[in-house]
């Protein structure tokens, strides 16, 4: 057990190592080519559908006897209130419609700590944006590339993503109505943000000795990410893994899926 773990632990460091570099190499004025062509920040929505969910009980977290982190047990029944997701990810054209309509210079749309963070460092546009004279760019390992506006929107932090769906008039899904929902729509291309703490679940027990140190200890001051990314090794990913992240951390591919209470 403790080598599988291992293992596991190995390819969440290479999804790491990855972006480590994309975010070392970012900080070189030269801007250098990773690889030709080589970019984390592709993919594109099939269409923009808001899928219903119903109120009810739901059970959540992990179920079976395959590999899984200790964080995503014990399994548990969860109430719902009927609710609305959006199929697709937020996309590179509609952050930069938040940013020209002034997202950045709004506090009224930012949890205060989002805008103190946006204040003390002077924030005006995402992790590897580039403004130009008509046109937006990023880096990527590829170099600096135009932007895509109808990409996914990526590296973006749990404050940009509470902000943006402020400003839609909507909100981040909590990580439970995630996971009750992802059946019906296509993920894997970003990490996405929810409005959920990363805390225990009810039941879990933290292992003894080193392994107890894994997840238990962090359970504080960090948000939940679900799903997966373009960076994130083949198999490790399923619909009950929690990532978790501080909120101001963007350097991972991170994204944007919108949620709202349910219209009559």
Not at 182 to 206: I, M, V
Request: neutral net charge; charged residues 20%.
């Amino acid at each position: 057990e403790l080598l599988i773990l291992g293992i596991n632990h190995e390819q969440q460091h290479q999804e790491l190592l990855i972006t480590d570099i994309k975010y070392s190499f970012s900080r070189n004025r030269l801007l250098p080519v990773y690889a030709d062509g080589f970019t984390l920040v592709h993919g594109t929505n099939d269409r923009d559908v808001t899928l219903k969910v119903d109120e009810g009980v739901y059970q959540v977290g992990h179920k079976g006897t395959g590999f899984h982190y200790d964080n995503e047990c014990a399994r548990h029944s969860v109430y719902l209130q009927r609710f609305e997701v959006s199929k697709g990810l937020v996309t590179n054209g509609e952050y930069i419609d938040f940013i020209e309509d002034g997202g950045y210079r709004q506090p009224a749309l930012w949890l205060d700590d989002g805008w103190s963070w946006v204040v003390q460092n002077k924030v005006e546009y995402p992790l590897y944006w580039i403004r130009g004279k008509t046109d937006w760019f990023h880096y990527t390992l590829g170099g600096k590339q135009k932007i895509n506006r109808n990409f996914q929107m990526a590296h973006i932090n749990y404050y940009e993503a509470s902000a943006f769906a402020e400003w839609k008039g909507m909100r981040l899904p909590t990580e439970f109505e995630w996971e009750v929902a992802s059946a019906q729509f296509d993920w894997g291309t970003r990490w996405e943000w929810s409005s959920s703490a990363y805390l225990a679940y009810p039941g879990y027990e933290k292992p003894a000795g080193a392994v107890g140190e894994y997840n238990g200890k962090f359970m504080s001051g960090q948000m939940v990410l679900r799903g997966a990314s373009t960076a994130t090794s083949p198999g490790h990913s399923r619909k009950t893994y929690r990532n978790f992240f501080q909120p101001y951390h963007r350097w991972q591919c991170t994204g944007i899926r919108l949620a709202r209470r349910q219209q009559l």
